[in-house]
Structures are given as C-alpha cells and as structure tokens.
C-alpha cells in the first residue's frame, strides 16, 4: 500500500482532542495482509500456558498467527514450540489437537521426530548421500519462544527484544493476576472456541472498552439486580481508569459489579461463602500488603497485551486470543485460568461466574458478538468513513468507560502499519505522551 | 401416591412426541410454554466442544444452568436488550434417532441426535449434536429434569455464539 495512504489511516489530533480512525481497516484485505507481516509477526504472540502440558510428552497442537504449532513439553520436562510440519515433503507431523508421545511420525514417509524436533528415523536412509544431515532436518520452531510466567509467547522477528521488555507495563498487571495463587495458575480444561464475522481489531476494542457495558450488557446488569446485587450499585457509575501501558498493550481497570471468586462476595455465592473468601483475602494481605491485596481481590481488569492477548480478571479469568481468517471473519479461543491450588468448591462457583458473562453462551459475549458483526455490516456504508475514539481525550486521567487504551492501541497498531522501527514505536515516553 | 402406580410402560413413540413437542415449542419461541415442561431442579448444559464428556464443575462450560439461570435466560431471550436474538433468529429443530437408555422408575434416561439450524442476517449456522436427557414422570405427565445438548461440532464456528436455546 501507498506509505501516504498508511499515513492517513489514524487520525490523532491531539490539540482539538479527537481521535479517528478510517474505517478502511476493518475491511480491506491489503490491510490484513500488510498486518500479517507488520504486526502479527513483528511481535510477542500468545500461544499457549505451560498448565496446558503437565506431563513429559504432553503436546497440543494450535494454530497461531497463521500457522500450524506442536505445543510439546518434551522428555527431559522443558516446554517447547514445533512447527508443525515435516522437514521431508511438508505434512503436518501431528495430526491429533492435544495427548501424549514420545516422538511424531509423519504418517506420509514415516520420517520421525523426537519431542525435541530431532529427526530419529528416515525409513531408507541409506538411498541418501553423504551431505544428507538429520540434525539439519529437525523440526523447524518459531525464531523466538519465551515464557513468562507461564504464558508462553511466540515471535517470528528473530531480532525482537525479550518477552518481559516487551510486555512494558502490561507486566505488573499480569502479575497481579498470576500472583493470585502460590502454587500458581492454571487454564482449566474446555476451550471455548468460536468465531465472529467481523474484523479482529474490533474484538480488541471490544474487549476493553467500558463505555459499551451499559448499552450493550444491559440484560447482564439485570441478572445481577436478579441475583441480589444492590441496583443502586448497579446504576451508579463505575469508578474506574484507562491506561496505556507501553507498546500498544492497554488496561481498564474497575470496580466489580459481580463478585470475583478471587475473595470478592456477591449474593449469588451463598452466606457460606464469605467467610472463606475474606480468608483468601486475608491471606493476600499477609503477601502481598493491604493496597495490592486490595487492587487484586476488589478490583477487575481488562488487559490487553498488544496485538491480540486478552486477560480479563473479572467475575473470573478468562484469557482469550484470535487471529484473523479474512478481514471480516476471526477465529477465537478462550480459556478459563484459575489458581491451582483452589478448593473444588470454589473452582465450580468460579466456572459458574464465568458462565454468567462470559463466553459463546453466556448472557453478555454473544451480544458482544452481535454489536461487533453490526459494526462489520455498518462498514459496507463507505460513505461513511471514520469511526470515532475521541471519548476522554482531554482528562487527565481518563476513566475505564473513555477510550485512552484504545488509543494506545490504536497508536501502536498505526506505527507499526507505517513501518516504524519496534523501538522506536514502543519507546517509553510514548506512554507518558498519550492521552 | 407410591411410585408403582405412576408406572407404566414407556414407549419411543411417547418419548419422541415429548421431544417433538418441545422442539416445536423452542422453533415458535413459545418459551414459557417450554419452561413448563422442566422440573424445578431442572439443568440445562452445552459443553465446551473439547470436552464433550466433562463435568461443569471442573471444566468450562458453554452453557451450564440451573433452573434459576434457565428462567433468567428465558426472560432475558424474551425481553429487548438480548441483542443477539432482537430481532430473533429463525431456528428448525431436526431431533431423530431417539433412543430410551434406562428407565429406573419414574426416570427416563433418553438420548436423541439433532440438527438445529439458526437463521439470521440472511445467514444460516448447524448446530449438530446429540442430546442427553434425564425426563421424569410427574403425575402421569412427562418432565425435563436434565438437559445435556452436546455438539459434534469442532469449533463453535462460524457459528460464533449460541444464543438460542439450542
């Protein structure tokens, strides 16, 4: 695409305090692919948790950023990234979506791997020369794999800058989430694998915008009236803060309406329950001090850690990424995560919560899903260019329902899209900066 | 009343009517009507669709409610701000290869495949599965007392949500 083009796709006026971007984004296939090379593979991409392979051997196999991954905790217990297919001819080595092995055989030569990517076994190896190299022929992996506490991440620029650096300020709030166990956290098992017919950025927003939860979750907030969370509560606004954490990851961060199984109690949990969750409370204290203690069990969060990991510490966690198919057409995955160590009572009542929002059967994701495929339909109205992420631009500090960690996205997406050197889009007074 | 005498001989052709019944009510959107037919203890689950066998408790869930959420769900589905389904979608229920597991009692324990299509925004998404129930015989008639649609489907795509009764 023309760099002049590139360059008018976001409007940041930050003198007159509007903020727009053209709609062109969400619908034109030149955008999508340009985003392949200078977004998803120029950055730290979610692939999966480590609690996904307890075991030597574990494997699952994922697609991520357009390709096809062996997920593998491999015999001698590290955790590593395969791509999934054959050094031979090329077909995928594993077929299965998730087991156990010790080793991949490719069913169409029976050329064999080990859980490391070695290639063991080439039936006939003798019809080869002398320059034939097994260790050559392993299995590839992405350029860079790194985990950080647990997530494991995959980039595909080989000269990116560590996981942790890159995570910028997204890192303390992930903290703030994985510190909710000692013993760690862990995704539960049952994928919630969906779709929606609209543009992957969309979801982004969607995911942490407070401004919609009114509107949009409206049934939401009157389940909770029904459960017996106080209504005054309910119509009152929400305190809450955006805020742009460097390199395009961004937070709203709120006070709950639901009860959190992380020690905040609502009706709906029972009397029984709150004297066990104030001890769970209490035990953060003692770890952690009264403010983060606080921050972690009486606070939620949406975080977004650029370009397409959602962690939602809400009525429950969930961690959710997507990749787009066609502009208007993305594949979704969504796991619950929860502490390791938690009761078997207080892992059903934390299912439960999150059943009550969210999710492809939930009472607030399938609406979401609605307003976003309504926006994707809007679109074909190219009369009608640019949306508007203006909402907050001159506070301060601006709240969880205005659109700053939108705009840090946004800012982010639109400086890699014009070909920005990584450093220099994500240095660090980019955050103080922003608005 | 001794469970004996509510005994009697149950057929498929009695069980099948039941689920036609009830699929023909879910079609119409006559969802009160479909809420009669469940017991006060009634639950109704979709599990997720990489753990089909799972139990909600330990796994995630697409769907798992308990009566309460299950009313709540229809007032939602009847009232304006269930935005995925206003304007409602159009559904047709296919429910065949009806077959009785146990009866134990007043206890019926029936599976029974479907084929559920939604229509919307001049889209159309199968939904493909098979249902478990338990139906219990209450005063002669027959109610809902567990409700289990678990789908073949791979993914929930390009579906993207189940906001139906499904």
């Known amino acids: 695409m023309e760099q002049e083009t590139l360059e008018n796709l976001v409007r940041d006026n930050r003198n007159a305090g509007l903020f727009r971007v053209h709609r062109s984004v969400f619908t034109d296939p030149r955008i999508l692919d340009l985003e392949r090379r200078r977004i998803f593979e120029q950055c730290w991409v979610y692939a999966g948790h480590t609690s996904e392979l307890p075991q030597p051997g574990d494997f699952l196999t994922r697609r991520v950023a357009g390709r096809s991954l062996i997920l593998v905790r491999s015999a001698d217990g590290v955790v590593r990234v395969l791509l999934n297919t054959c050094t031979h001819r090329g077909a995928q080595v594993c077929r299965e979506s998730c087991g156990n092995t010790k080793t991949f055989q490719c069913f169409y030569h029976a050329w064999t791997f080990d859980t490391d990517g070695r290639l063991i076994g080439v039936p006939g190896e003798d019809a080869y020369s002398a320059a034939f190299d097994r260790e050559e022929l392993r299995l590839a992996s992405p350029p860079r794999v790194e985990i950080y506490r647990d997530f494991i991440f995959v980039s595909f620029a080989p000269a990116i800058e560590p996981l942790v650096t890159y995570l910028a300020g997204a890192k303390e709030y992930l903290d703030l989430v994985c510190d909710q166990s000692e013993a760690g956290m862990e995704i539960v098992t049952g994928t919630q694998a969906y779709s929606m017919r609209a543009n992957w950025k969309l979801l982004v927003e969607n995911s942490i915008d407070g401004y919609h939860a009114r ?221 | 009343m001794g469970a004996t005498s509510t005994v009697r001989e149950t057929t498929r052709a009695e069980i099948e009517e039941f689920l036609y019944e009830e699929a023909a009510l879910l079609d119409a959107w006559r969802l009160r009507e479909w809420l009669a037919l469940l017991t006060d203890d009634a639950t109704y689950e979709i599990p997720s669709t990489d753990a089909p066998d799972g139990d909600s408790r330990t796994s995630l869930f697409i769907v798992a409610d308990n009566i309460e959420r299950i009313r709540s769900r229809v007032n939602q589905l009847l009232g304006k701000a269930a935005w995925a389904e206003n304007p409602p979608s159009r559904t047709r229920r296919l429910i065949s290869n009806v077959r009785i597991l146990a009866v134990d009692g007043n206890t019926i324990r029936v599976t029974a495949n479907f084929v559920v299509y939604r229509m919307r925004v001049e889209q159309v998404d199968t939904y493909v599965g098979r249902y478990e129930y338990t139906l219990v015989r209450r005063d002669g008639a027959l109610r809902i007392q567990r409700r289990r649609a678990i789908l073949d489907l791979e993914a929930l795509r390009p579906h993207g949500k189940v906001s139906i009764l499904l």
């Open chain 1, 215 to 435: 509107t949009t979750h409206q049934r939401y907030l009157e389940f909770l009236v029904e459960t017996g969370v106080d209504p005054e509560r309910v119509r009152r606004r929400r305190r809450g803060i955006g805020k742009a954490l460097g390199n395009g990851h961004a937070l709203i961060q709120t006070e709950p309406l639901s009860g959190r199984p992380i020690a905040q109690w609502t009706p709906m949990f029972g009397e029984a329950k709150r004297a066990e969750l104030e001890a769970i409370h209490q035990k953060l204290v003692e770890r952690f001090g009264a403010e983060l203690a606080h921050q972690m069990t009486q606070t939620s969060r949406n975080l977004l850690i650029f370009p397409n990991l959602i962690v939602n510490d809400i009525m429950a966690i969930t961690v959710r990424t997507f990749f787009p198919i066609s502009p208007d057409y993305i594949e979704i995955n969504a796991w619950a995560l929860a502490p390791r160590d938690e009761s078997a009572d207080n892992r059903a009542l934390r299912l439960d919560n999150f059943l009550t929002f969210l999710g492809p059967g939930g009472f607030a994701t399938p609406d979401d899903v609605e307003a976003l495929e309504s926006c994707q339909r809007g679109f074909a109205n190219r009369e009608v260019g640019w949306s508007d992420i203006s909402r907050g631009m001159e506070r301060a500090q601006p709240m969880a329902d205005d659109e700053l960690q939108m705009r840090a996205f946004w800012r982010q997406w639109h400086a890699l899209m014009r070909g920005v050197p990584r450093a220099v889009a994500s240095a660090p007074d980019a955050v103080a900066l922003q608005r």
